[in-house]
């Protein structure tokens, strides 16, 4: 029951990846590449978490106008075989409190740079994106569909707390498998897409069989996880 | 005896690493990042191959301004304290049969590309290299810092046909250490910074303690390596 077609490559790739290169302009307009780290809203649009010190944010604060570079290939024997997606848009600052827990759920390590005055949350707009899966393998995605649609987040995020509570009160084994056994582990967020666990100190990230189209559906996507996840086990 | 401080990471990153991502500019001016393959010319030029169907291509074609990102920490678990440069320069095509040869040396898997009429070689031209390598450590190097001086790298050039022949005909017992035992390992190509291998269809890169100051030092290097690796494996 797994989405078919490379949109969900691509919406996998955006939840997944921790790390991203970020492609700025240099005040002459010139391309730079760098390493982020990476996370997303509820809606799926890249976060990521800058020091006001490292070149690529100043060359943001003159020209907003980025693109970063999604890998899944990172360990694969031929990586140019692999899918990557290149995500292009505009930087922001935001500072939203649901953009820094979702980035915490992804980099837990990261808490330690929130106590420091120079580093700041951007999102990233998304304009385009494009997508190679492989030798010929490309698609263009525009921003609705890559994203999810903004009442939809909204409604989850107002209902992600009490379900996630259900789940620790109610399903603490299935949460525990999610977490590949591990009975400490906790969910930290739910978006259409899947859900944040953390487990330790490592940020595990579970991918719904399929995008919800409405809050309705998360109940069943949910337990579709366990049950597939209790199938390969069995 | 390895040499110390940035530099010789700098140089390591680019003479190892196979595979970067690609800052190009879009005819608006809007930076694009994607997956690209890379070796090195005899200097330590960043080459690439690309095919005239990319989008990065496209963009080379009406801007040759791009920055190459280089990182070693792909499978470390903490990525941002990983070392990675960003090379920037301009992208230009080029033809030498050295740059072929160089090229197949690092990806053996792209000779089928050859025979395509839409893929061509490309050189960096560097103008600047930005390291980061982990929190805080940075550091800015000019194309001299990092390239080998012309006259060095043609010197070697005309030498490392007799030097591999040497090597395979009175020491293959090295180069079959060299390639962790594999006595099917043949040296394709010696520069300043170390030798090229090809072990089955697998490149190996080994890197000589520090980088050759003239072609006289180039016996102790080979020496230098086998030697380690006998220490290491003794």
Chains 1, 2 share one sequence.
Do not use: W
């Not at 943001?60 to 890998?71: A, C, I, T, Y």
């Not at 935001?94 to 820094?100: G, T």
């Not at 992804?106 to 997508?131: K, N, T």
């Amino acid at each position: 029951m797994t989405e078919p077609g490379p949109i969900a490559g691509a919406r996998r790739l955006l939840r997944e990846q921790r790390f991203g290169t970020l492609a700025t302009l240099t005040p002459d307009g010139a391309p730079f590449a760098s390493l982020v780290g990476c996370a997303t809203d509820s809606r799926g649009a890249p976060i990521l978490l800058l020091s006001d010190l490292a070149v690529h944010t100043r060359n943001v604060k003159v020209d907003g106008r980025v693109s970063l570079l999604l890998d899944g290939s990172c360990d694969s024997a031929s990586r140019l075989m692999g899918e990557r997606l290149s995500v292009s848009g505009r930087l922001a600052p935001c500072s939203a409190d649901e953009v820094r827990r979702r980035y915490l759920a992804r980099h837990p390590d990261a808490a330690m740079l929130l106590d420091m005055a120079d580093f700041r949350f951007y999102r990233l707009s998304v304009e385009h994106a494009h997508q190679v899966a492989g030798f010929g393998k490309i698609d263009q995605f525009a921003p609705d569909d890559l994203l999810v649609p903004t009442a939809l987040a909204d409604e989850l995020d107002a209902l992600a707390p009490s379900a996630i509570d259900h789940m620790h009160a109610d399903h603490a084994d299935a949460v525990c498998l999610m977490a590949g056994g591990d009975s400490d582990a906790v969910i930290v967020g739910i978006d259409a897409d899947g859900m944040n666990l953390i487990q330790g100190h490592h940020p595990v990230r579970i991918m719904f069989a399929a995008r919800l189209s409405s809050i309705e559906g998360l109940r069943e996507s949910i337990t579709e996880v366990v049950r597939q996840i209790r199938r390969n086990s069995g």
